[in-house]
Structures are given as C-alpha cells and as structure tokens.
C-alpha cells in the first residue's frame, strides 16, 4: 500500500515508473498478508519523505502483479530491488534495519 511518498508500481506501469525513472528507485516486493514487509513499510516511507526528488520508493503488491515479480525471479518477500537507469543494481531479501536500508539505497550513488 501507497503512503504519501511511496507509489504503487503494477505490471503495467512498472516500465514507466522504475525502468523509465530519472532517479534511482528502491522497489519493495511485498504482500497485504506479510508481518515483515508490514514492519519495514513505515520506514521506507520515512526514507520515500527523507530523499524525494533523489529516490524513488515504489512498492509492487506481488499478489495482485505477479508479471513483474515473476520477471526480476521474485521468490520471497519482502523483497527489495534496487534500479539506476533502468537495471537492477542490488537485491535485498528480508527485513533491515534502516543503517542496512541506507546502504544499500548508496549503491546507486
């Protein structure tokens, strides 16, 4: 789910917001039924506030497109997929805490 800086990226429009973005975009993997992509959700928010106009947060709910998650070999959620002009820089799998957040967000610099 969206908050005010995140955006919900679905099959159709994941070419447009996260291949397509001038900025790197952190994707979140995640599902309404997942305790862990619950739990990160507030502080990737935070992060989406803290860096607008430098990164983007996007969120694709696996359950309901599961082409695009099926595409980059999404197994398990959460799920956090780095892109910088378009290609997949760095993968995360699991929970983090914002320290590990914020290094892995720097890969894109």
């Keep these: 789910m969206a908050s005010d800086y995140t955006i919900n990226v679905t099959d159709d429009s994941f ?5 397509e973005s001038e900025v790197p975009v952190v994707v979140d993997f995640w ?3 997942c305790g862990p992509c619950k739990a990160i959700a507030p502080m990737l928010d935070q992060v989406a506030g803290e860096r607008a106009g430098a990164v983007k947060i996007a969120k694709v709910d696996v359950d309901k497109h599961r082409a ?4 980059h070999g999404i197994r ?8 910088k002009g378009g290609e997949a820089v760095a993968t995360h799998v699991g929970t983090l805490n914002r320290a590990q ?9």
């Design 31 to 33: 599902a309404v039924w």
């Design 68 to 71: 695009v998650a099926m595409q």
């Design 15 to 19: 070419q447009t917001d996260v291949l």
């Design 76 to 83: 398990n959620i959460p799920t956090l997929m780095l892109f």
């Design 101 to 109: 957040l914020d290094a892995f967000i720097a890969q894109a610099d």
